[in-house]
């Protein structure tokens, strides 16, 4: 996973913790006030322990009439600063569940009103999976962050503030104290070097089981088209093994650090112990009791984050992983609307000219050439031609879901690109050639056209359509519940819905894409009906699959990868005797 992080680590991670705390600031700043303090009573009740013996319990040991008052008095203190300690520790842990929590509540509401800014091409270039796995596997390393933040904190002071007074208390000892974690730290940096290739092999594996559950389960019925079960199960388990496998390993040796460094902690302290003590008392150095035992305290919460500080540091790096591809989305740039005016179309009909258009999705791969039409009002303009020819991308162009390169589109005489996208998709009306359906009843789908419309509105349009029969006939009328994508519906009830829906919005220009499915022929009628019905008094673009609709267009566009090939009505063009003709013969629109 490291490789993948890209040079901007260290931005990534300022960026992080100011995201973190932006809006925390107070928050942020009585965090770090508690770890200040809980750091400070602990070490200070490490160092009490010197004041303690040599203070009072040996001149106390030695005194005829012990006095126990003032040691007492002592310890309460003592007591208070601890107590005071362990109170700030827990308004910390607190503050930092809120401050991580309101984070991610944040980040995810930031992510999704950005998400509905990013133009079309952002998500045609996209797998949805992909960014699906930004709003929770990416945030949530996020929140991890938030919450580990406070520990590597408290842990940097920690081993600082003891360094120093270890040094105060006792220099030759600190220099073995030293030694011992340099031989600590190349211990864990050695261990959690080999666990971290583990732990790459780990995700990326539980990157693939995840990957295959995904496709499988939205690719189930080809699966069982094709009696795959067995192989799919087969397949499963291969990758399903490298991820335990990998996990296995990674933990084995992640699980070795601690008891590795617990027992190099553990023979630090004897040797401190031993070698303190012997120089003490041949009289080579001068150190009390109380000072050796204080110091061997101070060393062990100096040798005890040595151990953790990998850790830490693993997290951090997965979490910057992570915010990378948060800030990245982020960072999309949205849709430009540069235009400024309002597009307003009377009598319900407008003008639209299309001059030298040329357009490609991907520079250098050009998908439409020379494109010259005229759209009077009120005409129906029907495109037909081979699959991929360009049609739907036409479609793409006249509500700028994508921006041409060179020529002009005009709507009564004015550049396209004067007026707002909004103001231009309202007056558009489309019907798309994938059909989308969201969860909830008939009736608010219907009302996605319009989300002012009453629900008698609804139901004229659904009646104008001829959806109305079929959406009684459901066991809930027009509130039953649709499920994933209308998933309950037929194939042309749900076109009849997605008509009903656009009539609804009523726009003065419609652009349809007939749905390339085939639907039985009583449907398609009704279908058919129902365009009609929609298409009257409305200038109309119509990608047509059907000869019916396209035979009563008054222009035929007849598209040739990217080419516009012939143009004219169903009569001109079936005497032209071209393609046509030959599509016309062969039952081809
Ligand atoms: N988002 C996209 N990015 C890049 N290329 C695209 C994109 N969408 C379509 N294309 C390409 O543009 C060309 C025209 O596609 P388009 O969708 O307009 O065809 P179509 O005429 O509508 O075909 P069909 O009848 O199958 O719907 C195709 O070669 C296609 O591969
Ligand atoms: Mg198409």
Redesign the pocket.
């Known amino acids: 996973m490291n490789q993948d992080i890209n040079i901007n680590k260290k931005s990534t991670f300022f960026r992080l913790i100011s995201y973190i705390f932006k809006t925390n600031k107070l928050a942020a700043a009585i965090v770090v006030l508690c770890i200040i303090i809980t750091t400070f009573t602990s070490l200070a009740s490490t160092l009490f322990m010197r004041t303690l013996i040599d203070g009072y319990i040996i001149p106390l040991t030695q005194s005829d009439n012990p006095q126990y008052s003032m040691l007492f008095k002592t310890i309460s203190k003592l007591g208070l600063v601890l107590l005071a300690g362990v109170l700030c520790a827990f308004i910390n842990t607190r503050i930092m569940i809120k401050i991580s929590q309101g984070t991610m509540l944040r980040l995810r509401k930031e992510l999704f009103s950005h998400m509905q800014t990013l133009p079309i091409r952002y998500f045609?270039s996209k797998r949805n999976g992909e960014i699906m796995s930004v709003y929770t596997n990416d945030v949530d390393t996020l929140r991890q962050t938030a919450q580990s933040l406070p520990q590597f904190f408290s842990t940097a002071i920690t081993l600082v503030s003891t360094l120093v007074s270890m040094i105060v208390l006792s220099v030759p000892l600190t220099f073995i104290a030293l030694i011992m974690a340099f031989v600590m730290l190349r211990a864990t940096k050695y261990l959690s070097k080999r666990s971290r290739k583990y732990f790459t092999a780990q995700q990326t594996n539980l990157a693939k089981v995840n990957g295959y559950i995904e496709e499988m389960i939205s690719g189930q019925k080809i699966v069982k088209v094709f009696c795959y079960e067995d192989k799919v199960v087969n397949d499963f388990e291969k990758i399903n093994e490298q991820l335990r496998i990998s996990s296995a390993q990674a933990n084995k040796t992640a699980n070795i650090v601690m008891p590795v460094n617990g027992n190099l902690g553990n023979l630090s302290y004897v040797l401190i112990a031993v070698i303190g003590a012997s120089l003490a008392l041949g009289g080579y150095i001068s150190l009390s009791i109380g000072t050796l035992v204080s110091f061997l305290s101070l060393n062990k919460s100096f040798s005890q984050p040595i151990g953790h500080i990998s850790s830490q540091i693993n997290s951090i790096i997965m979490s910057i992983a992570g915010g990378d591809r948060v800030f990245q989305l982020m960072d999309e740039k949205p849709e430009e609307d540069d235009g400024k005016k309002e597009l307003i179309i009377e009598d319900n009909a407008t003008d639209i000219q299309l001059n030298h258009v040329n357009f490609s999705?991907?520079e250098g791969k050009q998908?439409l050439y020379d494109i010259n039409l005229n759209a009077e009002k009120n005409k129906k303009i029907a495109f037909v031609?081979g699959?991929?020819?360009?049609?739907?991308?036409i479609t793409n162009l006249l509500n700028r879901f994508y921006d041409i390169q060179s020529g002009e589109i005009l709507y009564h005489g004015e550049d396209i690109k004067q007026f707002t996208k909004q103001s231009l998709r309202h007056n558009l009306g489309m019907v798309l050639?994938d059909i989308n359906l969201f969860t909830g009843t008939v009736m608010d789908n219907i009302r996605y056209g319009k989300l002012d419309a009453s629900d008698q509105d609804c139901i004229e349009a659904a009646k104008l359509i001829g959806a109305d029969d079929f959406i009684r006939r459901l066991s809930d009328g027009y509130n039953t519940r649709l499920t994933a994508n209308g998933g309950n519906l037929s194939q042309g009830e749900r076109q009849l819905l997605s008509i009903t829906r656009t009539a609804v919005a009523n726009p003065p220009v419609l652009v349809l894409d007939e749905a390339?499915s085939s639907i039985d022929t009583r449907t398609e009628r009704q279908v058919q009906k129902a365009l009609d019905s929609l298409m009257k008094g409305r200038t109309t673009f119509i990608?047509a699959h059907r000869l019916s609709t396209v035979r009563n267009a008054d222009c035929i566009v007849v598209?040739e990868q990217g080419h516009i090939i012939e143009m004219g009505n169903h009569g001109e063009l079936l005497a032209k005797h071209g393609k046509y003709y030959s599509l016309y013969k062969g039952g081809n629109v």
């Open positions: 045609d999705y991907v998908v031609g699959t991929g020819a360009g049609k739907t991308t050639q390339t990608i598209l």
